[in-house]
């Protein structure tokens, strides 16, 4: 049999079953006229051929009125039936020849007073009087006026009646549905529905069924499918409705309510009060009676918000916001007046607004129990507790740990802002890029609109292309131009920022306004003014800055040196004057902005007016053609061909340091002095020394600085040699680090002092890379005289900067294998970070404890968000415990690569000198047992056979729906914590264990091992 066959027979069995369930489904006036009709069994008969029938009419409230012997006469067929055309356009009732209803009567629709307004229309005078007054409460009845007298039908014409205009209804219910053996479940369940809505008379499809529907709510329906059950049963009705619990009523859209428990709650509460009790009544009690007061009173509104639910009044939601809001304004003020806080401030008035807003939302889900709730909940705390810390001033660990949390939890509140505010702040900061881009085009006028810069490009190509030496006199031309531009970057900084600041507010409104209503006239006027502000200050290059700077571009594009140089500073010092004045005028700008954004709001919208993307900065500024020198000119200047002068500056410039510093060392001690004369004056020598000259004598500067490295601390800190280790104490002092930049810099220039020169007659400096050398050591040797003459003041300090920065043009020289190493020690240094926080952090992988932890807060969270509060008891000291792992592990793990890294720093060293030789393996070998044994993979299979009875433990959960971890998981859990702070110890212990270990393993491997290149690689795990 095909899946289609099968699909239609279930199909046709459905809607058989369906069709045979409302049909003998008891209680529906249709079954029971047809069970007469096919039974032929007839009730007893009163005159005038009326059966009698005892039954209860069930009022509202669960009454039920008595109807013993109801006559023909007094129930009106005309009340009961409805009027032609109700059920349906195409199915009117019959007429009387038909056997339908007298000519005479007509349907009709009236007001019935009240005092005689029942559950159904039609009944006895005498069962009207037995319904309560305060049930009377159906607004309409339904009579007939009869036209004229007609004998009544007896109770099976009436039923005929029924029954024919039913089963027209279900004729077009079928015909409508088609072919039910090929029709869907979904299409039969459909038609199952008509046809009860058909007999029921439950349809609301038809505006008449809505008026012809009895009250809802209060006196029960008795159209539905329990109304004559009522009447047949009426005991067994009301049992079944008192048991049916009741649902409550939602509008439409709406999510249906659900009963939150009371205990979450009431945790969410208590923990909402503790900043009341810990911080404000403190505050009250110190005189701060405003700031206790607003802290206690938004901790107090917060405590309620658990237990506002939809039918609490807006307002009533909004006092918590508004509490917030006016602390967050409070401690705003005390920041404006001197005190602390300003971030809190902000994010506290914020946030009130963002909590206001959430009690105040128009959509259910604004408020519901879901995740933006416990967001306000939660950042309503952290608000709370942030502000109340600042304004009570607390210092100490704890406070300020609780203060730095604050801002995170209060930023929750943040999302609950609409989104044009949003839309504001991100077009603050856009301007504020496009404010400090539009005042740097007026700052760097200077060099962007002369040909200054081009041209000092060329000269210095000329001498550098003469000779490299030329470049130490060139750098006292280039050094004040990289001087101006700092100057100017500084500048363009504070200006640039200065005025976005004061245009911050104009641009918010702009871009909020654009956001909420691009084409709205306060979109317009925001524009307007924000363009007016923006095109005459940071955008005024061309307008204002360029008629002042064309008189002077010309004179700058002058051949002549003597009228382009001053015309260029001139420009330089009215760049300065004109963000000065841009500064200035820009709060009257803003005033200004106010009454011409005013005449503007009538004008139609423009993107590349009214849209905040159109503020830009144009980069075709310049106030004229600027002036190209020829490549080729017709009178080219004569070729520079002296290196004698170049050579006699930079000789000169070596001498420097022992005039000014060498000198007072010698009369302060003349073995120091002379061995800082001595690496200067070989400093100051080396221009003049030729290629051919002897290797050793070329090195010699370099080995008078290595000298001079290792003096520098065995003068400084007035140690011998046997106690040179000392010095790793003082490894934070300026004096240790300038002799490393020697020792090392002066090992660098050996080396390459060392190397033979291309030409042999040219002089052996005279390359880029040796002139960098001569400068860089220069520099060293300066910062050390610097040290040893103990000079202080802004200009030794730049002096000594200007060493540090330097050292690179000597340090590059050293040997690769010297990166090799220090490449191995950080990235040694790494691993060791990494095994250090697996080690510490490992139970999360090993056990289930965490996930089962997941799941029960999941759980707790899907029936109340509310939980979150209790769960916080967990999860905050679960993060903690988490962070403390990834700050324990980095600092455990750095320790000990700064242990090892004499040892990886020789262990790269030698891979990269010999890779198969003895001793690399060696050091391999050492370097890996000790990291194994220590804090890797030999150290966790330890820990985790130590702990494994925990481990084990820590996996066990309940076996409730929660699947929480049990007690014995917990227990698990912090034992395992007391194992790991005790195995931190044992690693104290491991290290020197470790490295003796490591040291004969490494001898093993160097006698009887192999070579193996990932083994001992030390860039490999």
């Not at 200077?446 to 000092?456: C, E, F, G, Q």
């Not at 064309?550 to 963000?579: C, D, E, M, N, Q």
């Not at 200047?637 to 000169?652: G, M, N, Y």
């Not at 340091?657 to 007072?664: C, T």
Request: cysteine-free; overall charge positive.
């Amino acid at each position: 049999m095909s899946k289609r066959s099968i699909a239609a027979s279930k199909s046709l069995v459905a809607v058989a079953l369906s069709l045979s369930l409302i049909a003998l489904s008891p209680g529906f006036a249709a079954y029971e006229a047809a069970a007469q009709q096919v039974t032929g069994v007839s009730s007893r008969v009163q005159p005038g051929g009326v059966p009698t029938q005892a039954g209860a009419v069930r009022v509202a409230g669960g009454a039920s009125s008595q109807l013993n012997t109801v006559s023909l006469s007094n129930l009106r067929l005309d009340a009961v039936l409805p009027a032609p055309g109700v059920y349906g356009a195409g199915v009117p009732l019959r007429s009387e020849r038909e056997g339908g209803l007298p000519a005479g009567f007509t349907p009709g629709l009236k007001e019935t007073p009240a005092s005689v307004r029942v559950v159904a229309a039609g009944l006895p005078s005498a069962v009207a009087a037995t319904v309560p007054a305060s049930l009377q409460t159906s607004p309409l009845r339904f009579d007939a006026q009869p036209r004229a007298q007609a004998p009544v039908q007896g109770p099976e014409a009436a039923a005929a009646v029924q029954l024919d205009g039913m089963s027209g209804e279900v004729s077009e219910a079928l015909k409508a549905t088609g072919d039910i053996a090929k029709t869907q479940g979904e299409s039969a369940h459909g038609l199952g529905i008509k046809l009860d809505a058909i007999i029921t008379r439950t349809r609301q499809a038809d505006a008449a069924d809505q008026l012809l529907a009895p009250a809802a709510g209060r006196l029960g329906d008795l159209s539905g499918d329990s109304g004559a059950a009522r009447l047949a049963a009426p005991e067994e009705g009301s049992a079944r409705q008192a048991s049916e619990p009741s649902l409550p009523e939602t509008r439409p859209g709406q999510p249906p309510a659900t009963k939150q428990p009371l205990a979450p709650r009431l945790i969410a509460s208590a923990l909402a009060l503790l900043p009341a009790a810990l911080l404000g009544w403190p505050l009250v009690a110190a005189g701060a009676l405003y700031a206790g007061v607003g802290v206690m009173a938004s901790s107090a509104l917060l405590a309620a918000l658990p237990f506002m639910g939809e039918g609490t009044p807006k307002y009533v939601h909004a006092l918590p916001g508004a509490a917030l809001l006016g602390l967050g304004g409070l401690t705003l003020a005390g920041a404006i007046l001197g005190g602390g806080g300003l971030a809190v401030g902000i994010l506290a008035a914020l946030g009130g607004w963002g909590l206001i807003r959430y009690g105040t939302g128009k959509s259910v889900e604004d408020r519901s129990d879901n995740g933006a709730a416990l967001s306000a909940y939660f950042g309503g705390i952290g608000a709370v507790t942030g502000a109340a810390l600042v304004l009570s001033g607390a210092t100490g660990l704890v406070a300020t740990a609780f203060l730095v949390l604050s801002y995170p939890a209060a930023a929750l509140l943040l999302m609950h802002l609409p989104s044009w505010v949003g839309m504001g702040i991100t077009n603050v900061f856009t301007s504020a890029v496009k404010s400090l881009r539009g005042t740097s085009r007026v700052m760097a006028a200077a060099w962007n609109d002369t040909p200054l810069v081009d041209r000092l490009k060329k000269f210095s190509e000329r001498y550098l292309e003469a000779s490299k030496w030329n470049a130490v006199w060139l750098a006292g031309l280039w050094i004040p131009v990289w001087v101006l531009m700092a100057a100017d970057w500084a500048g363009t900084l504070v200006v640039g920022l200065g005025l976005a600041a004061v245009q911050a507010p104009v641009m918010f409104l702009w871009g909020a306004s654009h956001k909420i209503s691009r084409e709205s006239g306060p979109t317009k006027f925001f524009a307007a003014w924000a363009h007016f502000m923006f095109d005459n200050l940071q955008g005024a290059k061309k307008a204002f800055f360029n008629p002042v700077e064309k008189r002077l571009a010309g004179l700058a594009a002058s051949k002549s040196k003597a009228v382009s140089l001053p015309a260029t500073l001139g420009i330089y010092a009215a760049s300065w004057l004109a963000a000065a004045a841009s500064l200035l005028a820009a709060p009257l700008m803003l005033v200004a902005g106010l009454g011409v954004a005013s005449t503007r709001v009538g004008q139609p919208y423009e993107r590349e007016k009214h849209d905040p993307s159109s503020l830009r900065v144009s980069t075709d500024d310049s106030p004229g053609q600027q002036p190209q020198d020829p490549e080729e000119p017709g009178q080219p200047e004569p070729p520079v061909k002296s290196t004698i002068v170049p050579r006699l500056i930079a000789s000169a410039l070596g001498l420097l340091p022992a005039v000014f510093l060498g000198i007072p060392l010698y009369l302060a001690g003349p073995t120091v002095g002379w061995v800082y004369l001595a690496v200067t004056l070989s400093l100051a020598a080396l221009p003049f020394v030729p290629a051919k000259t002897s290797k050793l004598i070329r090195m010699l500067p370099g080995a008078l600085m290595i000298v001079l490295g290792v003096a520098v601390p065995y003068l400084t800190f007035s140690v011998g040699l046997p106690a040179f280790a000392a010095l790793a104490a003082a490894a934070k002092t300026n004096a240790f680090w300038m002799a490393v930049v020697n020792v090392l810099g002066g090992w660098g220039l050996m080396r390459y002092l060392g190397r033979a020169a291309e030409d042999g007659k040219d002089f052996s400096m005279d390359s880029g890379e040796r002139i960098g050398a001569y400068l860089g050591a220069l520099a060293a040797v300066t910062g050390a005289g610097l040290i040893l003459t103990a000079s202080t003041g802004v200009f030794p300090t730049i002096l000594t900067v200007a060493a540090y920065l330097t050292s690179p043009l000597l340090l590059m020289h050293l040997p690769k294998s010297i990166f090799t190493g220090l490449g191995a020690v950080f990235y040694r240094l790494w691993t060791s970070v990494g095994n250090s926080y697996r080690l510490l952090s490992s139970w999360s992988r090993d056990t289930k404890f965490y996930r089962n932890l997941q799941s029960h807060a999941e759980y707790w969270l899907e029936r109340s968000v509310w939980n979150g509060a209790w769960l916080s008891v967990i999860w905050v000291p679960m993060w903690i415990s988490q962070f403390v792992e990834l700050v324990l592990g980095g600092a455990l793990g750095l320790a000990l690569g700064v242990i090892r890294a004499p040892l990886n720093f020789l262990w790269g060293l030698s891979y990269e000198l010999a890779p198969a030789s003895r001793i690399t393996r060696f050091f391999s070998g050492m370097a890996r047992t000790w990291e194994s044994m220590v804090e890797g993979d030999s150290s966790q299979d330890f820990l985790k056979r130590y702990t494994k009875v925990f481990l084990d433990g820590m996996d066990d959960k309940s076996a409730g729906p929660s699947g929480r971890p049990t007690t014995k998981a917990a227990w698990s859990f912090a034992m395992y914590r007391f194992g790991q702070a005790f195995y931190l110890l044992k690693m104290a212990a491991l290290l020197p264990v470790g490295l003796l270990t490591g040291a004969g393993f490494g001898v093993y491997n160097a006698i009887k091992g192999k070579p193996d290149r990932a083994a001992d690689d030390p860039y490999r795990r």
